[in-house]
Structures are given as structure tokens and as C-alpha cells.
């Protein structure tokens, strides 16, 4: 009887092309689908941003009756056109002068008035502070980021974890805890989404400080260990250590 594991040169060789179809096939997938998410993305949030601006421009100036009345075209002659990114470009303007304006003595004078009416209604307060809360940290100009990445012992003794160092403890916290002690606050995120997780506060001498930067840190968290600093793979500081 034939070993069946001994196949005959041309059998071989018809899968060593399929081998190397998938191998092409799979290097290509991972060059492709970084960059077509990326324009898909960008795509859709574009189209998201032309949605909610093109209804409150008049119909007179939207681009395709502009371009059909440049081009003299008749009604039912007319030309359709989808132009997107307009709207984007429009929002970002009048986004410009509000805060512009917002800077300026009488529209800080007029924000006091808007947000002092609304702290009067009781919904609406809450669901308007929350969301100036949000957009003040996440589009605030000021120095909010993260200063170092460390290890922190986590969720017990022997189990370490990546962490972000905040700040120092301060005020009530900072004087309840270990008296003489230096209080850390440390961000430890969840993987794979960092933007959730668990706000610690830790003696400095149980933290140690990475000399990774914070991206590298929130990399190697979000891709569940897999993308390492200085995009060494894991298996060549495996190969290292030994």
C-alpha cells in the first residue's frame, strides 16, 4: 500500500503555488486593510459631518445647484454631483469664529448668561455639564496627558501590570493615606480598550517607572502584548533575554 503522505511531485508542487497564493494573499491583506479602514473611516465620518451641516445651508448655495447655475444649466438638464468634505470645511469655519467669539468679553458674557439659564433646568443641566466636562478633557489645549508609564503590582502580589502615572496625590486623599509616604495616582488601563480601567493610588516605592514613552505603553496594552517599544516583535526580546 502507498504511504499516503508520499505524494507525487506534481501534487507537491500544485500545493506549493497554493501555499504561496495564501502567503501573497495574506501579506497583501495586512498591507490593504489598515489603509482601506483608514479611508473608510475618514470616508464616513466626512459623510456623517456633511449629513448634520448641509440642512442648515440654504438650498440656493449647496454645491450642486451652485455648479449647475455656473454652468447655465437648465432644470432637467442639470448635473448631479455628491461633493463631500464641503460640509466639513464649512463646519470647521463657523467652528473658528464661535470660538473666536467665545474668547472675546461679550461672548464670555453671553455663555455666563446661556449656562446660568440653564443650570435652572434640571435635565438638561446635568446632561450639559457632562458633556462640557468631556469635551473640556478631551479638546482642552492645557497639559492633560500622562507623564510616565510604570508597573504596578496588580490585581495581587507577583501579577504585574502597565500603568500610567497621573500626578501626586493631593488634598484629603494625600492626607488620609500612609502619613510620610509619598502618594502616586496611577491610571491602569483594561485591554484592549485603554480608555477604560482603574484609577489607584500607590505609594511611589511599589511603582517602577518604564522607560518606555506613554504611546509605546498604551500600544503594547491595546494590542494585548503582541506590538512591543521600537516595534521589536516579542520573539526577538525573547531571543534576547536568552
Known amino acids: 500500500m502507498a504511504d499516503p503522505l508520499n505524494l507525487d511531485p506534481k501534487r507537491r ?3 506549493g503555488v497554493i501555499a504561496r497564493l495564501r502567503g501573497n494573499f495574506l501579506a497583501g491583506l495586512i498591507i490593504i486593510a489598515p489603509i482601506g479602514l483608514t479611508l473608510w473611516l475618514i470616508w464616513t465620518v ?3 459631518v456633511d449629513s448634520w451641516v448641509w440642512p442648515f445651508v440654504p438650498d440656493y448655495y449647496h454645491p450642486e445647484p451652485l455648479v ?54 434640571p435635565v438638561v443641566r446635568s446632561i450639559y455639564n ?51 509616604e509619598v502618594i502616586v495616582t496611577v491610571f491602569l488601563p483594561t485591554t484592549p480598550n485603554p480608555t477604560s480601567g482603574f484609577l489607584l493610588f500607590l505609594p511611589r516605592r511599589d511603582i517602577i517607572p518604564l522607560d518606555m514613552s506613554v504611546e509605546d505603553a498604551a500600544k503594547l496594552v491595546i494590542s494585548a502584548g503582541l506590538v512591543y517599544p521600537n516595534n ?10 536568552e
Open 232 to 241: 521589536k516583535p516579542v520573539t526577538d526580546l525573547a531571543d534576547a533575554a
Open 46 to 48: 466626512v459623510g456623517w
Open 68 to 121: 449647475n447655475r455656473l454652468l447655465g444649466r437648465e432644470p432637467g438638464d442639470e448635473i448631479a454631483i455628491n461633493v463631500r468634505g464641503v460640509g466639513v470645511v464649512i463646519f470647521l469655519i463657523f467652528t473658528i469664529i464661535v470660538g473666536w467669539l467665545g474668547k472675546g468679553l461679550i461672548g464670555r458674557s453671553f455663555i455666563g448668561i446661556g449656562e446660568r439659564f440653564v443650570d435652572r433646568m
Open 130 to 180: 457632562a458633556a462640557k466636562q468631556i469635551a473640556e478633557t478631551v479638546f482642552s489645549q492645557r497639559e492633560t496627558s500622562f507623564d510616565k508609564a510604570c508597573l504596578v503590582e496588580y490585581p495581587r502580589k507577583g501579577i504585574w501590570a502597565i500603568a500610567f502615572i497621573s500626578t501626586d496625590a493631593k488634598g484629603e486623599i494625600d492626607a488620609k493615606l500612609l502619613q510620610g
Open 13 to 15: 508542487a500544485s500545493r
